[in-house]
C-alpha cells in the first residue's frame, strides 16, 4: 500500500511504556494497524533489548523487530516531573500499556486508579507474569518460567525426554497478541459507552489459554497429558514422518484423507487392517502406525512424497528452516517478508504483517525509533511550549537525540 492510505487504527494514540517483547509486541500490533504508539523509556538506556544482540549498524535488531511503526520518548517515570509529563499526554491519548510488575505503576501515581480519574475514557493494559491479582501476583515473570507453569512445558517435547520449551516464546507472544486482542474489545465497548476500563494479561494464563485439546483431555478423562514429539493429542496419522533425505509433515487422520493416502503410497492392505479402521482405532495405535507408514516414506524423498501426496489433495509439507521459510515463494507472494529501505540503516528484513484486510491493510512504515528520537515531536503534539521542553530537557527529565 502507499503511504497516505487510510489505516484501520489511524487516530488512536497509544501510550506505550512497555519493554523486552510481550508488551512491545502488543504495541507494534496496533502501529502496524495505524495507531499512534508513542514508545516511552528511560533516558539512561531506554528498552533492555536495547543492549541485546545481534546488531546492524550498531543498533539492536531485536529492539528493531517489536518496535516498528513507533515514535520514541525518553521520559524519567521515576521523577515527579517525568509522572506529571505522562499525565498530561495521557489527555489525548487512547490506550496506555505497561508490563512492569505489579505495584509499580501505582507507586509512581500512575496506575489505573490514578489516570482513570484524569482520563475516564482511557483504556490501560497491563501486562505481566501472573496477573494483577492473585496469590503469585506480584512475582516476576518470564515467558521459561510461564511456560513450564502453564503446562506448555509438560506436553512439549518427546515422551522420556528432558523438559523442553516451545521452541519461541510462545507466552510473551500470546500475551501481547491477548492483549491487542483485549485492547480492542474495550475500545470497541468505548464506542459503545463512552467508558474506558483495564485489561489485565498474564503470561501464565496466555500459556493456559494455548492448551486447548491438552485442557480438553484432562476436562473429559481425568488423564494427565504428556509430551508426544510431533504427534498429534487426538488424531492419527498427523506428525513428521521420516523419509530419505529429511522428513515430511502427514495431516491424514480424516478417513476420506487416510484412505487416499494409503492407495497413494501403495499401502492399501493398511485399509483392511483392523488396528487402523477408524480414527480412533489409528489413534490408539499411533506408534504402530507411524513405523508401518515411515517403511514406505524413508524409501524416497521429501520432495517425492509431497508431489504424490499433493495430487490426491491429501495434506503435507516440509520442515523447513528459516532461511527456506524467506526463500518460499508461497511466503514471498503473501508479504510474510517487508523490507524497509532506513535511510540511516540500510535495508532492514521485517516479519510481514499476517492479518490481511482488504480494504485497510495495516503497513510497516518506519523502523523502530532510536532513544528519545521523537522526544520534542511528542511533547509539542502533548501542547508543551518550546520553553518547557527545553527546561525539561535540561533537567534530565527526557532527552532527545
Known amino acids: 500500500m502507499t503511504l497516505g492510505t487510510s489505516l484501520p487504527l489511524e487516530g488512536v494514540r497509544v501510550l506505550d511504556c512497555t519493554q523486552v517483547l510481550a508488551g512491545p509486541f502488543c504495541s507494534q500490533l496496533l502501529a502496524d494497524m495505524g495507531a499512534d504508539v508513542i514508545k516511552v523509556e528511560r533516558p539512561d538506556g531506554g528498552d533492555e533489548t536495547r543492549k541485546g544482540p545481534p546488531y546492524i549498524n550498531g543498533r539492536s535488531a531485536s529492539f528493531l523487530a517489536v518496535n516498528r511503526n513507533k515514535r520514541g520518548l525518553a521520559l524519567d517515570l521515576r521523577r515527579n516531573e517525568g509522572q506529571e509529563v ?46 494483577q491479582t492473585g496469590p503469585y501476583s506480584s512475582r516476576g515473570g518470564f515467558d521459561l518460567i510461564a511456560q513450564g507453569m502453564s503446562g506448555l512445558m509438560s506436553v512439549t517435547g518427546t515422551p522420556g525426554g528432558p523438559p523442553a520449551k516451545v521452541g519461541v516464546p510462545i507466552t510473551d507472544l500470546t500475551a501481547g497478541m491477548y492483549g491487542a486482542y483485549g485492547i480492542l474489545s474495550a475500545y470497541i465497548h ?90 480412533g482405532d489409528r489413534k490408539a495405535n499411533d506408534d504402530e502406525l507411524a513405523e508401518l507408514l515411515e517403511e ?18 491429501v495434506p503435507a509439507g516440509p520442515i523447513n528452516d528459516l532461511d527456506q521459510v524467506y ?32 480494504n485497510t491493510p495495516g503497513s510497516i512504515r ?9 522526544t520534542r515531536e511528542v511533547l509539542e503534539d502533548g501542547g508543551f511550549t518550546t520553553g518547557e521542553i527545553d527546561a525539561l530537557l535540561e533537567a534530565g527529565v527526557v532527552k532527545a537525540s
Not at 535495508?347 to 492479518?355: A, E, K, M, S
Not at 518506519?366 to 528520537?373: D, K, Y
Open 86 to 131: 505522562l499525565k498530561a499526554l495521557c489527555a489525548t491519548a487512547d490506550v496506555l500499556v505497561e508490563n512492569f510488575r505489579p505495584g509499580t505503576m501505582q507507586r509512581l501515581g500512575l496506575g489505573y486508579e490514578d489516570l482513570e480519574k484524569l482520563r475516564p475514557e482511557l483504556i490501560y493494559c497491563s501486562i505481566s507474569g501472573f496477573g
Open 296 to 313: 514406505t516414506f524413508s524409501t524416497k524423498t521429501t520432495e517425492h512424497w509431497m508431489e504424490v501426496l499433493e495430487q490426491v489433495g
Open 327 to 358: 526463500h518460499d515463494p508461497h511466503v514471498q507472494a503473501r508479504r510474510m517478508e517487508v523490507d524497509l529501505d532506513d535511510p540511516e540503516l540500510g535495508l532492514l528484513r521485517n516479519i510481514g504483517i499476517p492479518v490481511k484486510l482488504s
Open 190 to 279: 468505548r464506542l459503545k459507552t463512552g467508558k474506558g476500563q483495564q485489561v489485565d494479561i498474564s503470561l501464565m494464563e496466555a500459556g493456559i489459554a494455548y492448551t486447548v485439546w491438552e485442557s480438553t483431555v484432562y476436562f473429559a478423562t481425568g488423564e494427565v497429558p504428556g509430551p508426544l514429539g510431533s504427534a498429534h493429542r487426538l488424531s492419527a496419522p498427523y506428525r513428521a514422518l521420516r523419509t530419505s533425505d529429511g522428513y515430511i509433515t502427514i495431516g491424514g487422520a480424516a478417513q476420506v484423507l487416510w484412505e487416499k493416502m494409503c492407495n497413494a503410497i501403495g499401502r492399501a492392505e493398511l485399509l483392511d487392517d483392523p488396528r487402523f479402521g477408524s480414527r
Open 366 to 374: 518506519h523502523r523502530g525509533p532510536a532513544l528519545g528520537e521523537h
